[in-house]
């Protein structure tokens, strides 16, 4: 069952002694919650056989914190009880940026052993349950981009102002970017581009793809790898999506494939289709197009988020699909010569690293599903930005403009059955409650107030 407790012996002891190896003095119990936030306690480390066995206490009213650390009241999240953070052995980094130290991520566990129903992970482990049904295993990835700036005088300032892609923009960032490369592959994750993209100090990195579970974990992991290693180097880096506004903004695509459990094949790529999509793939394509107004609550659930999600923007801005279009919200990507098949995958463009990467995965494998269980067919390719057509052309085609404002989004989502049912009703009751706090509190202030706070906190 998912979030049941069920000790692994092997994995503990293998910790422990990777731990004692290392030695570390203080592991971080790691979760991320509703408002995209990664916490956690620490604990010593020769308590670490133990809470590998029994978990970390947490209360209850922990995952009702809103982005801007208010309490937020939600029926059932009373600082009134308890729940376990219960680490996965399997996720467990020794931390190249600090001294002896490392983390776990963890799943959330009621006192009866079981998922208490408001765990993000433990949603995205369902979803990938309900993929297994279908006979579908998902492999995912997140290719972010993030800013790395330095504080000046109450101000952020982007650390360079190199063209896109150049061999300076390379040089004048190798340093803290080796670095990063260097901590991420010592904790297992497989880096696969290190680029400098397009706003002054603005920075991409691509993890190879993994099982679903995986890549999220991996996504926790990159994020807190990157700020680390910065602080290191005199930097901070920052995920938000668009924390200098008269830039561009950055975010998080996820790439994504469907594979077969018995054949091994991949369910997205057909050769004998025209370009290569499998009516499967269409389908897939066809669910997330349905879903997407909802689930970018999800996927883009910022206040921050809304200056990013604009036409012309690279972010995209409505419900479009297309083979390398990369102002359609979904696009099929060009695979590699002579590995078509292991490189066919599909992108979906409006995710940033506001989002819970948990919820992100596990609401776009719902949509994914559903599209699949309905043949829901998405309709014509866009070969041009739909920005550019006319508001008749684009209804001609049923090409929507996505949510401008996060109330909105979530307006989606708390009318929407598919994803709404799939969170469960106690996680998207405290979902909403949790953003639509923090919506109104941003409402209320001015631009710099929204800069400063989301700056830090992704």
């Known amino acids: 069952m998912v979030g049941s407790l069920v000790p692994d012996v ?59 650390e208010q309490l937020v009241p939600v029926e059932g999240m009373e600082p ?74 109450g101000r952020f300032i982007p650390f360079d102002s190199a063209p896109v892609y150049s061999a300076i923009g390379l040089d004048l960032s190798a340093d803290v970017m080796h670095d990063i ?54 930097l901070l880096a920052s995920f938000a999506p668009k924390p200098f506004p008269g830039t561009v903004g950055s975010g998080a695509h996820v790439h994504f494939s469907l594979w077969d459990t018995e054949t091994g094949r991949n369910l997205l790529y057909d050769p004998n289709a025209p370009r290569g999509l499998s009516d499967l793939g269409r389908h897939a394509i066809g669910g997330l197009l349905t879903y997407l107004p909802a689930l970018i609550a999800l996927t883009c659930p910022s206040y921050n988020s809304y200056r990013r999600l604009q036409p012309h923007a690279w972010s995209s801005a409505f419900t479009a699909w297309g083979f390398d279009n990369r102002e359609a919200a979904i696009r099929v990507s060009s695979p590699f010569w002579g590995n078509e098949e292991g490189s066919f995958n599909l992108e979906l463009k409006p995710v940033d690293n506001s989002a819970n990467p948990y919820l992100a995965l596990g609401g776009i494998i719902a949509a994914v599903l559903d599209g699949i269980d309905r043949s829901i067919e998405p309709g014509p390719p866009s070969e041009h ?74």
Not at 12 to 33: G, M
Not at 45 to 55: I, N, P, Q, S
């Open 181 to 234: 490369v260097d901590a991420l592959e010592q904790q297992g994750l497989l880096v696969e581009q290190a680029i400098n993209e397009y706003g002054p100090g603005q920075q991409e990195i691509a993890i190879r793809h993994a099982p679903a579970l995986r890549a999220a974990d991996n996504q926790i992991k990159v994020r807190d790898t990157v700020r680390g290693v910065g602080l290191r180097h005199g």
């Open 80 to 153: 009134v009880g308890e729940i376990r953070l219960v680490p996965d052995p399997s996720t467990f980094s020794v931390l190249p940026w600090v001294p002896s130290s490392a983390s776990v991520l963890c799943n959330q566990v009621g006192l009866d052993h079981q998922d208490w129903g408001a765990d993000p992970r433990g949603f995205l482990k369902r979803m990938i349950e309900r993929a297994g049904d279908h006979g579908i295993r998902v492999e995912a990835s997140f290719e972010d981009e993030f800013f790395l700036a330095r504080e000046v005088d």
């Open 385 to 458: 930005d739909p920005a550019n057509l006319s508001e008749a052309e684009r209804a001609e085609r049923g090409i929507r403009r996505l949510p401008t404002d996060p109330e909105s989004a979530l307006q989606q989502l708390e009318q929407d059955r598919l994803l709404t049912d799939a969170l469960g009703e106690f996680l998207a009751r405290a979902y909403l409650a949790v953003h639509r706090a923090d919506n109104a509190a941003f409402a209320a202030e001015d631009e710099d107030f929204e800069i400063r706070n989301h700056f830090y906190k992704f």
């Open 10 to 68: 092997v994995d503990d002891e293998r910790v422990v002694a990777e731990a004692r190896d290392a030695r570390v003095q203080l592991v971080r119990f790691l979760y991320c919650d509703l408002s995209g936030v990664t916490r956690g306690k620490t604990a010593h480390a020769r308590r670490l056989a133990d809470k590998l066995r029994e978990g970390v206490g947490l209360t209850r009213a922990q995952m009702a914190m809103s982005f801007l």
